[in-house]
């Protein structure tokens, strides 16, 4: 009937073509967090991040966001502490954005969006041979999620921007030998933390999320240039890589604790 057709119709977005709610999922990502919901937790530790820039390997268009990849083969590039049990591996970086500045980031902060949003993807090699199986398991990742706020000139950012134009199309990549990401999370320590999942296929329920509190500034030139990228592959009828972020997923029975009073 009508209503059923509706639901499906609304269930399947057009980016990803699988359903938006997994059937059954009770941890799903992204979120609106919620500021005077989240609950301070005393034991939450600072996250400790080191990264060795020398394991930055290249930068490439998936047809989803642009990502820097890292040789994940030894425990240089790492994070420990902050919500976690073990050390995670850094996998890849990437971000989402939207066609304007009004919205663009995954997860929202008290309903505001802002304009995009990066996501540190690091799996759990202690206990998981390889990233591909850590994917499937309960605390297999931890993703620090960054919001991107329009503001001042990023000279980190930069370096990235200049190499985009070489990754316009879908399916293209670059060498991209030393890059530290550190330079892409705020110095302050605060941050939420809640358990969720990938917001791309296969959306497994495998992330510890640590969405950082401050934002960090970029201006609108460095936003416009993610607006230059490519879903679509060389040759493709041209579209533009913009709002390529998950809509809202239902908190369901989940807090969202703060390292921060
Ligand atoms: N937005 S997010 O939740 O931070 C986020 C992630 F956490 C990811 F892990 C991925 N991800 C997807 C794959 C394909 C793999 C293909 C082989 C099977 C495992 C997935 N590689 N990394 C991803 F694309 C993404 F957007
Ligand atoms: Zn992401």
């Known amino acids: 009937g009508a209503c059923c057709s509706y639901r499906l119709r609304d269930a399947l977005h057009p980016l990803w073509q699988s359903p938006l709610t997994i059937p059954g999922g009770t941890r799903q990502s992204p979120i609106n967090i919620q500021w005077r919901d989240s609950v301070y937790d005393p034991f939450l530790k600072p996250l400790k991040i080191s990264y060795d820039p020398t394991t930055c390997l290249h930068i490439w ?3 989803y966001s642009f990502l820097v990849e890292f040789d994940d083969s030894t425990d240089r590039s790492i994070i420990v502490g902050g919500p976690l049990e073990n050390q995670y591996r850094l996998k890849q970086f990437h971000f989402h954005w939207g066609a304007i500045n009004d919205w663009g980031s995954e997860h929202t902060v008290d309903s505001k969006f802002y304009p995009a949003e990066l996501h540190l ?3 759990n090699a202690v206990e998981y041979p390889n990233f591909e199986e850590a994917v499937m398991e309960g605390n297999g990742l931890a993703v620090i999620g960054v919001f991107l706020k329009l503001g001042a000139r990023h000279e980190g950012l930069q370096t990235l921007v200049d190499a985009l134009p070489a990754v316009r199309h879908k399916d293209t990549v670059i060498e991209f030998d030393v890059f530290d990401p550190s330079c892409l999370i705020p110095s302050c320590p605060d941050y939420w933390t809640y358990a969720g999942s990938l917001t791309t296929p296969p959306l497994t329920e495998s992330v ?3 969405i950082k509190k401050k934002p960090i500034e970029v201006d609108e030139d460095q936003l416009e240039a993610f607006r ?18 998950r809509p809202l997923q239902p908190l369901m029975n ?3 604790r703060s390292s921060f009073h």
Do not use: A
Request: aromatic share 14%; net charge negative; hydrophobic share 35%.
């Open 228 to 245: 230059t990228l490519l879903f679509t592959s060389d040759g493709e009828e041209e579209r533009r890589m913009v709002d390529n972020f």
């Open 61 to 63: 268009n998936n047809g």
């Open 208 to 210: 510890t999320w640590i």
């Open 254 to 256: 989940r807090t969202v």
């Open 121 to 123: 993807v690091h799996w």
